[in-house]
């Protein structure tokens, strides 16, 4: 059989304009994508309706062809997924490996403020206490018909059993998954309809993704991402994670930082091949 095609994709949110840490991710994928004559696929990543924006969608676009990218198309946009994410939450549910939790965050500090035992700090903080776990289904539905807001979270013992053991490829080695460093972990929440990690892994299953590229500060996730995949039958990619860009302080590029935007760039007269450089890809 020939060997399967490459599969790349840049998935960046539009919650503000791209900067040289974006240029650098999207032209490390695009790269690996066309030196292996595969595919380079563009995804929005819009799920948080607070934060994204339109008007950043269309300017991660131009950004990127000014940088002399190409993409397929149509584009895929999560906001317009939405259903798709709904299902999978509904399919963990029937199953049992996922619950709805009424705590807060405050509600969730005091309870590990109180507890006797220091808590597991997992790679998005402290493991949820599991409060909601053991609550009684007819108590469960009489909150949610109440109107009571809460989040779906992956009873990560059940499923964590159900899967059994895991394995993945990082950058064509070996790695064993342990998904249980993220303890009880959010998949969905009543102002995002599905998080990040539901979201991403369900897209890269979706549009074929053979090679996940990203930051390494994204490295732990993989872990959570591979159990999803397991449960849900999705196909495994590879992963292969660089490192971090940073700027002349020694700051990681980050659009919180008000970190110097590609439009930046271009604006002072910098050309595309200049801006590569500038974000360590050079032609």
Same mark, same amino acid.
């Given at each position: 059989m020939p060997?399967?095609?490459?599969?790349?994709?840049?998935?960046?949110?539009?919650?503000?304009?791209?900067?040289?840490?974006? %240029?650098? !991710?999207?032209?490390? +994928?695009? /790269?690996? =994508?066309? &030196?292996?004559?595969g595919r380079f696929l563009l995804r929005i990543e819009d799920i948080d309706p607070l934060r994204c924006r339109p008007e950043f969608a269309?300017?991660?676009?131009?950004?990127?062809?000014?940088?002399?990218?190409?993409?397929?198309?149509?584009?895929?946009?999560?906001?317009?997924?939405?259903?798709?994410?709904?299902r999978v939450l509904e399919a963990l549910a029937a199953r049992g490996l996922?619950?709805?939790?009424?705590?807060?965050?405050?509600?969730?500090?005091?309870?590990?403020?109180?507890?006797?035992?220091?808590p597991h700090q997992g790679p998005d903080g402290p493991h949820y206490p599991g409060t909601c776990r053991?609550?009684?289904?007819d108590e469960r539905r009489g909150r949610i018909a109440a109107g009571a807001p809460y989040a779906l979270r992956l009873?990560?013992?059940?499923?964590? %059993?159900? !899967?059994?053991?895991? +394995?993945? /490829?990082? =950058?064509? &080695?070996?790695?064993?998954?342990?998904?249980?460093?993220?303890?009880?972990?959010?998949?969905g929440r009543k102002d995002t309809p599905a998080s990040y990690h539901l979201c991403v892994t369900h897209d890269d299953a979706a549009q074929g993704v053979t090679l996940v590229t990203r930051a390494e500060d994204l490295r732990p996730a993989t872990h959570l991402h591979r159990l999803l995949q397991a449960l849900l039958g999705w196909q495994v990619p590879q992963w292969r994670h660089h490192p971090?860009?940073?700027g002349p302080d020694g700051r990681r590029?980050?659009?919180?930082?008000?970190?110097v935007t590609?439009?930046?760039?271009?604006?002072?007269?910098?050309t595309p091949a200049a801006v590569r450089a500038l974000a360590g890809l050079p032609d």
């Open positions: 060997p399967a095609t490459v599969v790349t994709r840049f998935a960046p949110s539009p919650t503000g304009y791209l900067h040289l840490g974006h %240029a650098f !991710a999207a032209l490390f +994928a695009h /790269r690996l =994508a066309a &030196e292996a004559g269309a300017a991660i676009e131009e950004d990127l062809a000014w940088l002399g990218l190409a993409w397929e198309r149509p584009v895929r946009v999560q906001s317009e997924h939405l259903a798709d994410y709904r996922v619950y709805p939790c009424f705590c807060t965050r405050a509600d969730i500090a005091r309870e590990i403020a109180a507890s006797a035992e220091a053991a609550l009684r289904e009873d990560m013992a059940r499923a964590a %059993a159900a !899967a059994g053991p895991l +394995a993945f /490829r990082e =950058a064509g &080695e070996p790695r064993v998954a342990t998904p249980e460093i993220f303890g009880d972990v959010v998949l971090l860009r940073v590029h980050a659009k919180r930082d008000r970190s590609l439009r930046d760039l271009r604006a002072a007269g910098h």
